[in-house]
């Protein structure tokens, strides 16, 4: 009996160490190691369309490749994690629309268009302002480890821009609320960006690495206005913020 056990662990322990092997291949075999690979990777996924720039980049510290594409009327953006080829980052964003601000369709309406193209997603906000002279609803989602952005021509329903990130948080220490990298956490630095503007409302918040340093990338709304505000991930001070009109319905 001993024997038969001693068997069925090394059979586990075997079976566990070719499915490493296996993973870790895997991985190396989707690596990304040059900005023309990178490049053709994006190409198989746009067919036809033409490159418009290719950036080698770190995001929240790991190296990424960042590709820009044009294919009939849509501007493309692809983030690829260059240690496994896998996509963080897509996007599109529709070139040259237009159409008259007439009738403006109702929060409701636009929240199930959005939820039909992202199906089983949960809505954070709905945000209805003007961008480049248009009215737009701005909508959204989360659906397990991905963010979703969609807008929507507040007049036609048109989808104009739809972009999806994989979240990307720093690991927290449960022990004093703090990552274990000394960051200062993320409800630390919400609470930060709320006392700048009392009464808003957190509806998106993100950590990134920028110009080298990382920061929380924060992103409120009132009733008159929308924020966007970067605070030192160490420091907790603000390094950025801005401040714009809003015309919006949650």
């Known amino acids: 009996m001993k024997n038969i056990k001693k068997i069925k662990v090394l059979l586990v322990t075997v079976c566990s160490i070719f499915a490493a092997t296996a993973f870790s291949g895997a991985a190396q075999a989707n690596k990304i190691t040059s900005i023309s690979q990178a490049r053709n990777k994006a190409l198989k996924e746009v067919k036809n369309a033409v490159v418009l720039e290719v ?5 929240n510290g790991v190296l990424v490749y960042d590709i820009d594409l044009l294919k009939d009327k849509k501007k493309y953006n692809i983030i690829y994690r ?14 040259n629309y237009y ?4 009738n403006i ?55 104009m821009e739809y972009e999806w990130e994989i979240v990307a948080q720093p690991v927290t220490n449960t022990n004093n ?26 509806v998106k918040i993100e950590f ?15 009733s008159s206005f929308e924020y966007e505000i970067k605070i030192d991930a160490t420091t907790g001070q603000i390094i950025e ?7 919006y319905e949650i």
């Open 55 to 59: 950036d080698k980049d770190h995001d």
């Open 99 to 102: 159409a008259k601000n007439n």
């Open 82 to 95: 260059a240690s496994d080829g896998k996509k963080i980052e897509y996007g599109w964003e529709l070139q």
């Open 105 to 159: 369709i109702s929060r409701s309406r636009c929240q199930k268009l959005a939820l039909n193209k992202v199906k089983n997603a949960e809505v954070i906000s709905i945000v209805d302002k003007t961008d480049d002279g248009m009215r737009v609803y701005k909508v959204r989602l989360r659906k397990g480890d991905k963010k979703y952005t969609l807008e929507y021509h507040a007049s036609t329903g048109k989808l």
């Open 177 to 202: 609320g703090n990552t274990d990298n000394g960051y200062i956490g993320e409800n630390k630095a919400k609470n930060i960006a709320l006392d700048r503007v009392p009464g808003a409302q957190v």
């Open 241 to 247: 913020f801005d401040k714009d009109d809003l015309d």
């Open 208 to 222: 990134d690495t920028d110009d080298g340093k990382e920061v929380y990338e924060i992103e409120l709304i009132d």
